[in-house]
Nanobody
Framework: QVQLVESGGGLVQAGGSLRLSCAASGRTFSSNAMAWFRQAPGKERDFVAANGGLWEGARTYYADSVKGRFTISRDNTKNTVYLQMNSLKPEDTAVYYC????????????????WGQGTQVTVSS
């Protein structure tokens, strides 16, 4: 089993920044593709960003809505994936979830095997 715990959410003014963290334990971290999703109130869960695992290398993928503003990265020594969120907009308000799977395809599609509990991000105007 892989356990995922998100942290770093909070309340921020529009134009500000937050850095989310997802700490993983269990299966070897480097073998997993990791991704961030978000779900706003009354909305479906949407893909935000992903980073390939051992088989996909360091390739990264972003939703068009966050490209140029958000950056996904990982620290394999800490078994942690990050989402640096800059130039935040009120539309970014959502619960952000971390997901993991051995397959980059499944994690990007939202069908990854493992999910965290989420962390709330609220952007005020």
């Amino acid at each position: 089993q892989v356990q995922l715990v998100e942290s770093g959410g909070g309340l921020v003014q529009a134009g500000g920044s937050l850095r989310l963290s997802c700490a993983a334990s269990g299966r070897t971290f480097s073998s997993n593709a990791m991704a961030w999703f978000r779900q706003a109130p009354g909305k479906e869960r949407d893909f935000v960003a992903a980073n390939g695992g051992l088989w996909e290398g360091a390739r990264t993928y972003y939703a068009d809505s966050v490209k140029g503003r958000f950056t996904i990265s990982r620290d394999n020594t800490k078994n942690t994936v990050y989402l640096q969120m800059n130039s935040l907009k009120p539309e970014d308000t959502a619960v952000y979830y971390c997901a993991a799977d051995r397959s980059l395809g499944t994690v990007v599609a939202g069908t990854g095997a493992y999910w965290g509990q989420g962390t709330q991000v609220t952007v005020s105007s």
